[in-house]
């Protein structure tokens, strides 16, 4: 039996995960800024989840995912002069579980494989260099041993149950996964509290899989476990590093002549935020022809999140930002059918680029969280379309996303909800912004335009990579534009007419016109497995019922009634 579209689209979404982190750990490990593979994998991990958009995903797309996957490890390790036979049997080790794993759980097999980023250090040139301690590879290599025998095991019959036990494998190895990047950003030279924690969680969560408990009691005891480690990890990279980043200077110092009595848009300037806190000023973004930016270019929630934490006296704007993704992730769980909850925990504590761009590095994740919260409660006719509004408030790439969400909820809702929606949606972005667009409307639009219209440095990790490192000669500015625009249209009618066959489709398709843009940047698409799983009306308790899958419940019923749990607990139980 095949596996359900909801499994496949979840599980291309966390095979899509696993590349991306893999490539962003190879990159940062190579410190090379030329970097061509690293724009092929992220082709590849938006090609995936994009795939994963129809209701019905084609069933050879898992057998994509590894090999995408597959390309990319072997990429991986053999840039980094690893070895190339052991990468090669891991490999072989991941197609025969493939093939043992029963039909229905393919997939997941594959997204267990690419999730266990430990496979970059373990086999690349000095398995245990630095600090790192022997109890967290043996953690490492434990958790791919535990979820390849639950991926095999039979002994489970009821679907959900069986879906469950794979699950909890899988943020096992998500977990134990980011604790091992941790120490390729931040060494520890004792055994870190997150090293403990990511033995805990290798040890307690098989005992879960197995222990007769509510499934709710178990979903909560384990996202706990995972999401404290998650937590240990990200305080590890926040105490060990300080600000490095250009973006995370802007919103603390545009907070800090607020609260000052001045305007940011008239007042800031980025090479002196950079100088504030002793950054090198190499660091700041420049235009094409060298010179330094220094307008505020972000829209001013971007700092007025952060203004009210700042005058109680916080001095690392990035604590806020994990708290928000915390938040978010609870937020979510608590609307995910009971099921599905590990392997949507498994995206989120698993993504590297969240953990390194959102965390590390601190560029503000509120857009995508708030468009995030936008999708969990689409249903939600005020809230859903304030998040919106505030998402474009935030930061410039949610101005992508919000016309196909109000396509979608035309299509959903009907004309008068969609013409509701926009109104509520733009007055939730004006209202940040107004003062300073009456303060000085002039420095706001010259700053907020910036990113758009400004001749920025091209940079990114989409299209626009092949061009600056690889085969492709680099195109004029316009023509990337050009690139944009249509794929924007093309989508936006795609969604139009096919809205019902493409579930996720307003999610994923704001990210295409960013991929082929002149800028790309990596914060631009972390978030992107956690919408697509936010946004799949399959996973989320309280959606409409008509507009789900009959077999959304179960990865292998055939009847549109799912099996009973093996637990009195009911499956749609919201309760953590």
């Not at 507009?547 to 749990?565: G, H, I, V, W, Y």
Request: aromatic residues 10%.
């Amino acid at each position: 039996m095949p596996p359900s579209s909801t499994l496949l689209r979840a599980a291309l979404a966390l095979t899509a995960t696993g590349i991306v982190s893999a490539a962003s750990i190879r990159h940062v490990q190579e410190e090379s800024g030329a970097d061509v593979m690293f724009a092929v994998a992220y082709a590849f991990y938006l090609s995936l989840i994009l795939i994963a958009t129809p209701r019905h995903p084609p069933r050879w797309a898992s057998l994509l995912g590894f090999v995408f996957a597959a390309i990319t490890y072997v990429a991986a390790i053999m840039t980094l002069n690893g070895n190339a036979l052991a990468v090669g049997l891991y490999l072989l080790v991941a197609l025969l579980g493939y093939i043992a794993t029963p039909a229905p759980f393919r997939p997941l097999t594959v997204a267990a494989f690419a999730l266990w980023t430990p496979a970059i250090r373990f086999f690349g040139p000095d398995p245990l260099a630095g600090q790192f301690p022997p109890l967290l590879a043996f953690a490492s290599v434990l958790s791919l041993i535990n979820l390849v025998a639950t991926l095999l095991d039979r002994s489970a019959r009821d679907p959900d149950e069986r879906l469950r036990r794979i699950g909890l494998g899988l943020l096992a190895v998500a977990t134990v996964a980011t604790v091992v990047e941790r120490h390729l950003a931040v060494e520890s030279l004792v055994v870190a509290p997150d090293d403990v924690m990511a033995l805990v969680v290798v040890g307690v969560l098989p005992l879960l899989a197995v222990v007769r408990l509510r499934p709710s009691t178990r979903d909560a005891i384990a996202t706990g476990l995972a999401l404290a480690t998650f937590m240990l990890a990200a305080m590890a990279l926040i105490l060990g590093k300080g600000y490095h980043v250009d973006a995370v200077t802007v919103p603390h110092v545009a907070a800090q002549q607020l609260l000052a009595g001045h305007d940011p848009y008239v007042t800031f300037d980025l090479p002196a935020a950079l100088a504030q806190f002793g950054m090198n000023p190499d660091l700041v973004t420049h235009y094409e022809d060298g010179t330094v930016v220094r307008a505020l270019n972000y829209p001013a929630l971007n700092f007025l999140l952060v203004t009210p934490f700042i005058a109680l006296g916080v001095t690392d704007v990035r604590w806020i930002y994990l708290v928000e993704i915390v938040a978010l992730v609870l937020i979510l769980l608590r609307k995910v059918h009971i099921p599905w909850r590990p392997l949507v925990s498994a995206g989120v504590v698993g993504n590297t680029v969240i953990v390194r761009q959102n965390i590390l590095a601190g560029v503000d994740p509120t857009w995508w969280a708030l468009l995030t919260v936008a999708w969990i409660f689409v249903e939600s006719r005020w809230l859903s379309a304030i998040a919106v509004g505030f998402a474009i408030a935030s930061r410039q790439p949610a101005w992508f996303a919000a016309p196909f969400y109000l396509v979608a909820i035309w299509k959903r809702n009907g004309r008068a909800e969609a013409i509701r929606r926009a109104a509520i949606v733009a007055v939730a972005a004006l209202a940040p912004n107004l003062p300073f667009i009456v303060a000085d409307p002039a420095a706001f639009f010259d700053g907020i335009a910036q990113p758009m219209l400004g001749a920025f440095a091209p940079y990114g990790v989409g299209f626009v990579r092949l061009g600056l490192d690889g085969p492709f000669p680099l195109l004029p500015r316009a023509a990337y534009g050009v690139l944009s625009a249509v794929s924007f249209v093309v989508l936006i009618a795609t969604l139009w007419r096919f809205w019902r066959k493409v579930p996720i489709g307003a999610v994923i398709f704001p990210f295409v016109p960013l991929y082929l843009a002149w800028r790309s940047l990596q914060n631009y698409f972390g978030s992107i497995p956690l919408l697509a799983m936010a946004g799949d009306d399959e996973l989320i308790v309280g959606v409409a019922a008509e507009r789900r899958e009959p077999s959304a419940f179960s990865a292998l019923a055939a009847s549109t009634t799912p099996a009973p749990a093996t637990s009195a607990a009911s499956p749609r139980s919201s309760a953590l």
